[in-house]
Nanobody
Framework: VQLQASGGGLVQAGGSLRLSCAAS????????MAWFRQAPGKEREFVSK????????YYADSVKGRFTISRDNAKNTVTLEMNSLKPEDTAVYYC???????????????WGQGTQVTVSS
């Protein structure tokens, strides 16, 4: 199984980035997909998730209204649109796959390699 995340980079506060995750080696439409992030010196935290059919999404309060998660089961991809970025969004962002509808770090079956997002003030 491979989860290949891309799209990170350096952006000014208020800007936007689009993260993508391409999955292979798994039956994609049977997994909930999620994004987590980890800032230096901090625990990895949940950002957003989308269930297998795309019918249910959930966001951490810190990103609600600014980030949008979506998936394309035909292309085995999940996307995180990030708008109105803040310096506190700076972190390594990880794509994750889980069999459960509720996604927490402890029930993630597969992790991607991470992509760096840096937001300058």
């Amino acid at each position: 199984v491979q989860l290949q995340a891309s799209g990170g980079g350096l952006v000014q506060a208020g800007g936007s980035l689009r993260l993508s995750c391409a999955a292979s080696g798994l039956t994609f439409n049977t997994y909930s997909m999620a994004w987590f992030r980890q800032a230096p010196g901090k625990e990895r935290e949940f950002v957003s998730k989308i269930t297998w059919g795309g019918g249910t999404t959930y966001y951490a309060d810190s990103v609600k209204g600014r980030f949008t998660i979506s998936r394309d089961n035909a292309k085995n991809t999940v996307t995180l649109e990030m708008n109105s970025l803040k310096p506190e969004d700076t972190a390594v962002y990880y794509c994750a796959a889980a069999r459960q509808s509720t996604v927490i770090a402890s029930n993630v079956a597969y992790w991607g390699q991470g992509t760096q997002v840096t937001v300058s003030s």
